[in-house]
């Protein structure tokens, strides 16, 4: 299973790394997980095939880098590294039961089963089609372009007019669009999807609004072909102590939906198919600490760890202190 890793260097610029154990192996070139997914495609070879061609013989310790204390800073594990609009970040809620109940908590009191808790059955009874076959829809999110990405170590941020800021431990999946229309998927990543869900609780029709927040993603792109089942542990710290932890868990063993329908509904719309276009999709949430009456502050720290999925995301919540004003529009 192939671990990729993009960095950056104050001197040597962008590279790309192969992780394995402690340490980090440098491409020779190309400089982006993006350059290189388009070299493999134009080559008509394997991602993994692509860049053990391009493994060179320089080593980096992974440790330290991973720890930010190294001039190495880590990045995305994929981005459009020149056109950051031309990144669609997304996401499809209520495949893992807890986010559902999670749901149906947050509104219970305005129907004995809402539309979120209907939505999840629907996905248990048709997200799992036959092969070949069309499921039903799920629920479907726009988070915002490559611009609110973000990367191991970086905060996640409270906008001056959000109600609060909170994990949601998941896993994306990450394509480039061929020049033929056609979605390749280069793998999945660790992803901290994070949203205002005090927001969300005042109305399921705040939805759209809560999520259009920053969300971190990786370290590491995991090259694999089938997301089978993980299991994963989250905590949160305020200063040294474990403000609170949760295991969790994920993959189509563990949702009602299975990737490839998840695939297609995002991928069926023409917009979604531009060539040349990256896709970030989130899918799904199993746990957040929302649920459970955590309120998190400014400074606090949000870990994650999945098995399979290489090293922890860790990312500080930073709450934008400026005054919620207004931001009108001024005719031309």
């Not at 799904?284 to 606090?300: H, T, Y």
């Amino acid at each position: 299973m192939l671990r990729l890793v993009q960095l950056q260097h104050p001197v040597n610029g962008r590279r790309v790394a192969i992780a394995s154990d402690g340490e980090l192996r440098l491409l020779r070139e190309p400089g982006s997980v993006y350059a290189l997914a388009l070299e493999c495609l134009q080559k008509n070879v394997s991602l993994e095939k692509g860049a053990s061609e391009r493994a060179g013989t320089e080593m980096l310790d992974y440790a330290p880098i991973h720890g930010g204390k190294s001039d190495w800073k880590i990045l995305s594990p994929l981005d459009h590294p020149e056109e950051p609009a031309r990144c669609l970040v997304t996401g499809t809620g209520l495949t893992h039961r807890k986010s559902a109940e999670n749901r149906q908590a947050m509104h219970a009191a305005q129907t004995p089963m809402t539309d979120s808790m209907r939505m999840y059955q629907w996905g248990v009874e048709g997200g799992r089609p036959a092969e070949g076959k069309v499921g039903v829809a799920p629920e479907w999110f726009y988070k915002g372009c490559g611009t609110i990405l973000r990367a191991h170590l970086e905060p996640l941020d409270v906008p001056a007019f959000a109600l609060d800021g909170g994990e949601e431990a998941e896993v994306a999946g990450v394509y480039i669009v061929d020049s033929e229309s056609v979605p390749r998927r280069l793998g999945f990543v660790l992803a901290n999807e994070f949203s205002d869900h005090e927001l969300e609780e005042k109305s399921y029709l705040y939805l759209a609004h809560s999520k259009l927040r920053t969300c971190a993603v990786g370290p590491e792109l995991i090259v694999m072909d089938h997301f089978g089942s993980h299991q994963g542990k989250i905590r949160l710290f305020r200063g040294k102590e474990v403000l609170w932890t949760k295991d969790f868990s994920t993959g189509e063993q563990n949702m009602s939906h299975t990737v490839a329908n998840l695939e297609h509904h995002h991928f069926k719309y023409e917009a979604h198919r531009r060539p040349g276009d990256v896709h970030i999709h989130f899918f799904g949430a199993d746990a957040f600490s929302f649920g459970e009456k955590i309120k998190l502050q400014d400074g606090d720290v949000m870990e994650l760890e999945l098995s399979g999925f290489g090293r922890s995301l860790r990312n500080p919540l930073r709450v934008i202190r400026a005054a919620n004003t207004p931001s009108p529009a001024r005719p031309l």
